[in-house]
DNA sequence: CCGTATCCAAAAGGATACTG
DNA sequence: CAGTATCCTTTTGGATACGG
C-alpha cells in the first residue's frame, strides 16, 4: 500500500482540479483575452495591419514590454503573424490571423451587452456602497 | 506658469488613462467576468437558484474565501440576489437577477467560440513551441 | 526601430483558523 | 451553516535601462 501524507494527497487532487480547470475550453479563453491588452490589440489591429511603433502609439497606456509579452502570447497561439521586413531601420509588421480574424465577433459580443447594460451594473454598485455606508453610520450612531 | 515635475506629469497622464480605460464598457466587463469563478458561477445559477454550501460542492476547486468574494461581488453590481433565511441553521440562497441572467449568452458565444477553435489555439501554441525548441538546439549545435 | 533584461509594487487568490 | 480574519504565495504588469 501507498503511504500518503495529507499534503501530498491536497496536492494531488488539486493537480486533478487544475488539469480540468485547464480542460474547459470556455475557462481557456479567458485567461486569453482576459487580460489588461489582447482586447485592444485584437481592435487595433482589426482593419488592417499595424506595425510596432504604431502600435505602441495607437494603444494608448501599453508599454513597450507588455506590448511585445502581449503580441507574443498572440502569436504563439496562432491569433496574430508577424512580418519582418530585415531593411534599416528594421520594420515588423503585425496581422490577425484568420483565427485572430474569428476572435472579434466575440469581442463584439462583449462590446455589444456592455454598452447596453454596463450602466446598470454601475447604478447597482453605487446602489449597493450607499447602502453599506447608511448601515455603517448607523452602526456608529447605536454604538 | 504652473511649475510641475516629470513624475506629477507622468501621474497625470496615469490617472487620465486609467480613467479611459475605466471608461471602456468592454474593459469593464471583461473585469468583471474575467476572473477565476465569475464564469462559473453564473454557470452553477443559471437553472435555478443555490444555497451557499451547494455552491461550494458544486463548482469545483473554490475556496470559501472565493466563494463569497465573488458572490459579493456579483449582488454588488446587481448579477445576482442574496435571500437569507433566518432558520437554525441559517440559510442563505443566491439567484441570478434579470441582469445576470442576460450575460448568459455572452458566455455562450464565449464558449461556443472556445469549444470550436481553442484546439487550433492549441495546436499553434504546440507548432511556436516547437519551433523555438528546434531554434534552440541549432544555436547549441552552432556554438 | 524593435525589442530584452532586471527590478519592483500591487493585486489575485489559496490555506488555515476562528465566529455568530 | 455561512461566513471572517489572517497570512502567504503566485501572478501581473509597470519603470527603467540596455542591446542588435
Redesign the interface.
Known amino acids: 500500500m501507498v503511504t500518503r501524507t495529507a499534503l501530498e494527497r491536497r496536492e494531488q487532487a ?1 493537480f486533478a ?1 487544475e488539469k ?2 485547464a480542460d474547459c ?6 485567461d ?4 489588461r491588452w489582447t ?2 490589440l485584437l481592435r487595433a489591429l482589426s482593419d488592417e495591419e499595424q506595425r510596432y511603433s504604431d502600435l505602441l502609439r495607437r494603444v ?2 501599453v508599454s513597450q514590454k507588455m506590448l511585445t509579452q502581449t503580441l507574443r502570447s498572440m ?5 496574430v503573424s508577424r512580418r519582418i521586413t530585415p531593411s534599416v531601420p528594421i520594420r515588423v509588421d503585425y496581422e490577425l490571423t484568420e ?1 485572430g480574424h ?2 472579434l ?3 463584439d ?3 455589444a ?3 447596453v ?2 450602466s ?2 454601475n ?3 453605487e446602489a ?2 450607499d447602502a453599506l455606508q447608511e448601515n455603517l453610520e448607523e452602526d456608529l450612531r447605536s454604538a
Open positions: 488539486r482540479f480540468w480547470l475550453p470556455g475557462r481557456q479563453l479567458l486569453r483575452i482576459g487580460d482586447c485592444l494608448p497606456g502569436e504563439r497561439d496562432g491569433l483565427l474569428s476572435l465577433p466575440v469581442v459580443v462583449i462590446s451587452w456592455a454598452s447594460h454596463m446598470e451594473v447604478q447597482a454598485r449597493y456602497d
